[in-house]
């Protein structure tokens, strides 16, 4: 081996000692890069999580206020008239409009860059049948009140079930248990007895429901918190048809037609009425199925707001009013799927 070999050997190690350091240096940094870039990706989720709970947040108190907005314009409404019909502001439905355009110039909402849109309807419960009146009480020398199944009430919900194609024995077997749910206890056999339902989707938990008939009936059906009439003015020709008894379902459609043109005042004009479209319907009890005003509206109620979008829908209570003045009070709010019809 010669001088010269043996003097390269050195110099041969130190340039791969260097190599060797400048590789460590890349992990080094490279790990850096990693360890720093997953912390600020961690920070940044964190940051749209705490942004998007924010957005929610505002979105639930839009929603807030665009109830008592409504429950403002019911109790106008009912300054004004004890009547209530389809051609009044509360009917109007509001297609999805930014909301700074209903606030006006000196409140706007969008000075920080955000918008928000607004939309959704009044609808009145009471235009639709509700099933608790498929339960009487009735006051009893001994036990005070005793819970019973209306006759009247589960004939009218056995004509709707047939009136929208459905099983109308569906009925009895409804009555009952919203008679063992009123009851509370066991239905004796052992088993505790029903919970009251507080929706129409309440009926899936009754034997015989499926989903695609709850949806069948939910536009014509509710479930409200006492005993209510149907009103005439804005009720469904399928409803009409159901607590009106010998009211042919097309001559309820033109009673419909009729109302449209000029609604009923009273109970009276509903006979005059419905004298000349079916003088074969049963009249007699008109004034215990059916009203001309109400006092349960559900209020839906869509917001966007940027990422963030609430679709609610409220059941209002609207009282008598006391002297010079009315109350409203929400019973229930609850999540809804989708938003009504807006035309």
Same mark, same amino acid.
């Given at each position: 081996?010669?001088?010269?070999?043996?003097?390269?050997?050195?110099? !041969?190690?130190?340039?791969?000692?260097? *190599?060797?350091?400048?590789?460590?240096?890349?992990?080094?940094?490279?790990? #850096?890069?990693?360890?720093?870039?997953?912390?600020?990706? /961690?920070?940044?989720?964190?940051?749209?999580?705490?942004?998007?709970?924010?957005?929610?947040?505002?979105?639930?108190?839009?929603?807030?206020?665009?109830?008592?907005?409504?429950?403002?314009?019911?109790?106008?409404?009912?300054?004004?008239?004890?009547?209530?019909?389809?051609?009044?502001?509360?009917?109007?439905?509001?297609?999805?409009?930014?909301?700074?355009? !209903?606030?006006?110039? $000196?409140?706007?909402?969008?000075?920080?860059?955000?918008?928000?849109?607004?939309?959704?309807?009044?609808?009145?419960?009471?235009?639709?049948? &509700?099933?608790?009146?498929?339960?009487?009480?009735?006051?009893?020398?001994?036990?005070? /009140?005793?819970?019973?199944?209306?006759? #009247?009430?589960?004939?009218?919900? /056995?004509?709707?079930?047939?009136?929208?194609?459905?099983?109308?024995?569906?009925?009895?077997?409804?009555?009952? #248990?919203?008679?063992?749910?009123?009851? *509370?206890? $066991?239905?004796?056999? *052992?088993?505790?007895?029903?919970?009251?339902?507080?929706?129409?989707?309440?009926?899936?938990?009754?034997?015989?429901?499926?989903?695609?008939?709850?949806?069948?009936?939910?536009?014509?059906?509710?479930?409200?918190?006492?005993?209510?009439?149907?009103?005439?003015?804005?009720?469904?020709?399928? =409803?009409?048809?159901?607590?009106?008894?010998?009211?042919?379902?097309?001559?309820? %459609?033109?009673? =419909?037609?009729? /109302?449209?043109?000029?609604?009923? &005042?009273?109970?009276?004009?509903?006979?005059?009425?419905?004298?000349?479209?079916?003088?074969?319907?049963?009249?007699?009890?008109?004034? &215990?199925?059916?009203?001309?005003?109400?006092?349960?509206?559900?209020?839906?109620?869509?917001? %966007?707001?940027?990422?963030?979008?609430?679709?609610?829908?409220?059941?209002?209570?609207?009282?008598?009013?006391?002297?010079?003045? &009315?109350?409203?009070?929400?019973?229930?709010?609850?999540?809804?799927? %989708?938003?009504?019809?807006? %035309?």
């Amino acid at each position: 081996m010669t001088r010269a070999h043996v003097r390269s050997r050195p110099a !041969f190690a130190k340039r791969g000692a260097r *190599g060797a350091a400048v590789v460590t240096a890349l992990l080094m940094v490279t790990l #850096a890069v990693v360890v720093v870039s997953g912390m600020l990706w /961690r920070q940044q989720v964190q940051i749209r999580a705490i942004e998007n709970q924010r957005l929610l947040a505002q979105a639930t108190w839009i929603e807030r206020a665009a109830v008592d907005w409504a429950r403002l314009i019911l109790r106008d409404d009912q300054r004004r008239t004890n009547v209530d019909q389809l051609g009044e502001p509360w009917a109007v439905p509001i297609a999805e409009t930014r909301l700074s355009d !209903f606030l006006g110039a $000196s409140l706007r909402t969008d000075v920080a860059g955000e918008t928000s849109f607004l939309s959704g309807r009044i609808l009145d419960a009471q235009a639709r049948f &509700n099933l608790a009146n498929l339960v009487i009480w009735t006051a009893t020398a001994g036990q005070g /009140r005793a819970a019973s199944v209306d006759p #009247a009430a589960q004939a009218a919900y /056995r004509r709707l079930l047939q009136t929208v194609g459905l099983n109308p024995q569906l009925a009895e077997s409804t009555a009952r #248990a919203m008679l063992q749910a009123a009851q *509370g206890g $066991s239905d004796g056999g *052992g088993r505790a007895a029903p919970r009251p339902l507080d929706s129409v989707q309440g009926l899936l938990s009754l034997p015989g429901y499926t989903p695609e008939m709850v949806a069948v009936l939910e536009p014509f059906v509710t479930v409200l918190p006492e005993r209510t009439l149907v009103n005439a003015n804005t009720a469904e020709a399928e =409803v009409l048809a159901a607590v009106i008894d010998k009211l042919p379902l097309e001559r309820a %459609r033109e009673l =419909v037609r009729q /109302r449209d043109r000029a609604y009923f &005042n009273n109970i009276g004009n509903v006979q005059t009425q419905l004298a000349a479209v079916a003088p074969q319907a049963d009249s007699a009890n008109l004034a &215990n199925m059916i009203d001309v005003r109400s006092h349960y509206f559900l209020v839906y109620g869509l917001v %966007r707001h940027e990422r963030a979008s609430r679709l609610q829908v409220s059941l209002i209570f609207r009282g008598e009013p006391l002297g010079a003045t &009315n109350t409203t009070r929400v019973v229930w709010v609850q999540d809804a799927d %989708r938003l009504p019809d807006l %035309r």
